[in-house]
């Protein structure tokens, strides 16, 4: 409603942000715990703890920069505008990192009872989100003229 109505605030920045990873977190952990108690597959408690984990850190990098910005907005972490040829390839993924193409690929897995392939490919995307993070994380540290 606060988007709407164009009365957004920082608590309410913070509100979203860790609403939305702690819903992402759980998700991740009842997946794997799920499919494992189904399956007796270890892979996919690996799946879940390696996401988890990798969502943990990438997120306490993301937040450290937000809280020294003064924002609580995951879209202010500048990891799309890298600007290196290596690392500007992120710009173009942007649209299938939001929520929703998360959100709508898990209800194609479920739909179709591949939550347990959602689930160890979410993993490896999170190796690459968390690669992404720490590359930013190294320019930011050492900026070149054309970052600052």
Known sequence: MSRVTY????????????GDDLTNYSFFAAAAFGIFHTTHHALYLVAGAITIACGLLSSGL???????????DLLKYPLSQATSKASRG??????????????????????FNQV????????????????????TEL???HPTSGDR
Do not use: C, N, Q
């Not at 009365?7 to 860790?18: L, M, V, Y």
């Not at 993301?62 to 609580?72: D, F, N, V, W």
């Not at 710009?91 to 479920?110: C, E, H, I, Q, Y």
């Open 7 to 18: 009365r957004g605030s920082k608590a309410g920045e913070w509100f979203d942000t860790i």
């Open 62 to 72: 993301e937040y450290r920069y937000l809280i020294h910005i003064g924002s609580g």
């Open 90 to 111: 992120i710009g173009s993924l942007a649209p299938l990192l939001k929520r929703d193409t998360f959100v709508f690929l898990t209800m194609l897995a479920a739909l």
């Open 116 to 135: 347990g392939v959602a689930l160890v490919t979410f993993a490896l995307g999170a190796v690459g989100i968390t690669i992404a993070v720490l590359k």
């Open 139 to 141: 320019r930011l540290a």
